[in-house]
């Protein structure tokens, strides 16, 4: 939670300055506290294990949440019980009357494919258009971020000529934006994709920041500048395992995968891996739900304004 301090108090431009969450007196005077409506559209084939990586990283708050899981009609999940499906999660047309403060896209593996050849595509990009209307700030991740780029900003995907997969060093472009405060000036993420977006791309966007990027695995972190839109091309919320899971994966289905980097200590996959990441993760959900959603959503979610 943010620490509320006098606006003419000498700390706060301090403070500020060293980009602590802090809310001035005014402010939190006129604030209403009601739980955030979180919206979470799950596209990975393991649902089960998805949700739960997201909803780790959205319970580090003390902010109250509710969550509704959503998956698209237009294409049945194998690798989830319908049990669980039909007990925890809703379809598009369930909730598209309601308005959420927040909105998270999920990765997808179907990064080889071309976006318009997704069988959900179509109700992808509904879901994307109605976001605009009736979601304060919408999280896009690795395959739903280039999707969500694609649709949005007609910013297209590169294919790369061997998967980028491993924990990758990064370093800030704008320190100072709300999105990475209290960022390393050199800090680790995961990726695992097979194609990329181009910064060239991005910047020729006025409308979209760059946030962070890896020499080696590319640009990172995307922020639209009314903070609306977020875009990370990799994974955060991955567990210690899920790579080595991926790894072991694409060997069983002779698919030659190079060893992850700097993943394995010593590049050994027989070594158990050390996750470097995880406070990474934590703080950039925290800082979205903080700055682009507590702070600024509007308290009745009927007053939302649309993009």
């Known amino acids: 939670m943010p620490i509320k301090i006098p606006e003419a108090l000498p700390a706060a431009a301090m403070l500020e300055k060293e980009n602590i969450f802090t809310i001035t007196e005014s402010r939190a005077m006129k604030q209403d506290i009601r739980p955030l409506k979180i919206a979470i559209l799950n596209l990975m084939p393991t649902k ?20 509704t899981l959503l998956i698209t009609k237009t294409h049945t999940p194998k690798n989830t019980p319908m049990e669980h499906l039909k007990s925890f999660y809703k379809y598009f047309d369930d909730i598209k009357d309601e308005k ?29 258009d109605w976001a605009k209307n009736n979601v304060f700030s919408s999280m896009f991740v690795c395959w739903g971020a280039q999707a969500a780029l694609y649709h949005n900003h007609g910013i297209g995907k590169h294919a790369v000529k061997r998967k980028i997969s491993g924990i990758y060093r990064h370093c800030t472009l704008e320190p100072s934006h709300p999105l ?3 960022f390393d000036e050199r800090f680790f993420a995961p990726h695992s994709r097979y194609t990329e977006i181009s910064v060239d791309d991005v910047v020729r966007h006025k409308e979209l920041i760059p946030l962070a990027i890896s020499d080696e695995a590319g640009l990172y972190l995307i922020c639209s500048r ?11 919320e991955y567990d210690l395992e899920t790579l080595s899971n991926e790894y072991n994966r694409d ?19 027989s070594l158990p891996p050390i996750n470097v990441w995880r406070a990474h993760a934590h703080l950039l959900f925290s800082n979205w739900l903080n700055y682009f959603v507590y702070q600024t959503t509007p308290f009745n979610l009927e007053e939302l304004q649309s993009r």
């Open 251 to 269: 060997i069983g289905r002779n698919l030659d995968p190079d060893v992850p980097k700097n993943y394995f200590p010593e590049d050994n996959p």
């Open 100 to 128: 959420f403060d927040g909105l998270i896209v999920t990765g997808a593996p179907v990064e080889t494919l071309e976006f318009e050849d997704v069988t959900y595509w179509k109700e992808l990009t509904e879901i994307l």
């Open 48 to 67: 089960i294990v998805t949700e739960t990586q997201f909803l780790r990283l959205l319970s580090n708050t003390p902010l109250q949440i509710d969550i």
């Open 180 to 182: 990475v405060r209290g």
């Open 226 to 236: 009314d903070g609306r839109e977020v875009y990370i091309t990799g994974h955060a």
